[in-house]
């Protein structure tokens, strides 16, 4: 009883970021094949899995880039589609699958043209 008590007094007190990073990383861990974001590195190609914490248009001269930020709940990742608008079901929220190969821009992750998976939305 004390143990359940225990439980539920440190979830009270712990923030709401953390139980999502954990309840995130925990997803990534169960599946096969995925890597943490957190230990991925230059050049290396990776699929990861992760929740879309914003999507945003950014044109440029020459070229429209949509950019979304994959976040698994130990880093996240950039991932940037160049010639790209929109794409349909790419929305904040929605947890999403992707493989590529990881960069870096400006000291952040990046995955340019991105294979993805969008996977079923949970209630």
């Given at each position: 009883?004390?143990?359940?008590?225990?439980?539920?007094?440190?979830?009270l007190?712990?923030?709401?970021s953390?139980?999502?990073?954990t309840?995130?990383?925990?997803?990534?861990?169960?599946?096969?094949g995925?890597?943490?974001?957190?230990?991925?590195?230059?050049?290396?190609?990776?699929?990861i899995?992760?929740?879309?914490?914003?999507?945003?248009?950014?044109?440029?001269?020459?070229l429209?880039t949509l950019?979304a930020?994959?976040?698994?709940?130990?880093?996240?990742?950039?991932?940037?589609?160049?010639?790209?608008?929109s794409i349909?079901?790419?929305?904040?929220?929605?947890?999403?699958?992707?493989?590529?190969?990881?960069a870096?821009r400006d000291?952040?992750k990046?995955?340019?043209?991105?294979?993805?998976?969008?996977l079923?939305?949970h209630?």
């Amino acid at each position: 009883m004390s143990t359940s008590i225990g439980r539920w007094l440190k979830r009270l007190a712990t923030e709401d970021s953390e139980i999502e990073a954990t309840k995130l990383s925990s997803e990534v861990t169960a599946a096969v094949g995925v890597t943490h974001v957190g230990s991925c590195c230059q050049g290396e190609r990776v699929t990861i899995l992760g929740r879309l914490r914003f999507v945003d248009l950014r044109p440029t001269d020459a070229l429209a880039t949509l950019v979304a930020e994959l976040w698994d709940g130990t880093d996240a990742v950039q991932l940037v589609w160049l010639g790209r608008r929109s794409i349909p079901g790419v929305e904040p929220g929605r947890t999403l699958k992707a493989r590529g190969r990881i960069a870096y821009r400006d000291g952040h992750k990046v995955m340019y043209n991105p294979d993805y998976e969008l996977l079923p939305v949970h209630a």
